[in-house]
């Protein structure tokens, strides 16, 4: 069973940025499309950023040009650098695989405040 370890969030102020990463059991994005969700008090969760294995990517449009999403195989690590945080980022980020075929880790908690 595939297990995320998510880390690398914290609390940033407004224009701040913090990279996020997301360490999987086994070598799994050579397999599948991985992604980055999170999830705002009182709101569903959502897809932020999601990458293909041979490594194209797609973004949210809340998030587009301010995000980055990357994975480095060799590490079984995903990465999402967020730039010019904005206080609706605020949430709890997953890292799952697209399909969303396994449990769900911990997450990791970016507050983005003054």
């Known amino acids: 069973q595939v297990q995320f370890v998510e880390s690398g969030g914290g609390l940033v102020q407004p224009g701040g940025s913090l990279r996020l990463s997301c360490a999987a059991s086994?070598?799994?994005?050579?397999?599948?499309?991985m992604a980055w969700y999170r999830q705002a008090p009182g709101k569903q969760r959502e897809l932020v950023a999601r990458i293909s294995i041979a490594g194209l990517t797609n973004y949210a449009d809340s998030v587009k040009g301010r995000f980055t999403i990357s994975t480095d195989n060799a590490l079984s690590t995903m990465y999402l650098q967020m730039n010019s945080l904005k206080p609706e980022d605020t949430a709890v980020y997953y890292c799952n695989t697209l399909g969303q075929n396994y449990y769900w880790g911990q997450g990791t908690q970016v507050t983005v405040s003054t």
């Open positions: 086994g070598s799994i994005f050579r397999f599948y499309a």
